[in-house]
């Protein structure tokens, strides 16, 4: 009897044992299956997070190449551009030079005298008449005194509808020909020497 309550034990003790054995080692393998899983997703993750990085990466590299082209470019571009501008205000350097140099000579020839009638027209037409002083550069004295003042006058006081009458003055200006007319209290001044029409055909120019 002692001997079969004893089997009868060691198998319960043997059951138990085996019982947690197997409980033990389901344990373990959920455990390790966790562990597995959370491993992989812990790799998924940080592969996503160096993918996305990786990708920002290639992003800002491909924006700045992109911007290292684009300020290439433009750069190249305004090179060129004032190269050409370069070029373009030497040329016209040049040729004002030359014009300048005509000019000069041109002042002393007899149709300088007609020339300079249109000047004083034009110049005080532009200012409207009335009571107008013409400036004459130095040395030109002989070809103003041979223009008939009142007669431009009059054609002035047909053209504005104001009386209109002249005064001389001589100066030392810097310029090679043709005259400066200015209303007798200075506000208003039209410049029409050789040298000041160059001047606004030099800015038509270099705006195209």
Known sequence: MRLMKAVVGEAIIRKIIEHGKAEA???????????KQILENARAEAYREAAEKVKSIKSDAEIRAAMIRHTAA????????????????????????????????????????EVLKNLILEAALSIGGGRLRIIIPQHHEDVIEKINLQDLAKIVEERTGNKTDFEVTIKPLNVSGGVIVETLDGRIMFDNTFEGRMKRMRKDIVRE
Do not use: G, P, Q, S
């Open 25 to 35: 080692e389901k344990i373990i393998r959920d455990a390790e299956a966790k562990a």
């Open 74 to 113: 433009t750069r190249a571009k305004i090179m060129h551009r004032l190269k050409l501008l370069e070029e373009k205000n030497k040329i016209i350097e040049d040729v004002f030079k030359v014009a300048w140099e005509e000019l000069a000579k041109f002042t002393k020839t007899d149709k300088y005298l």
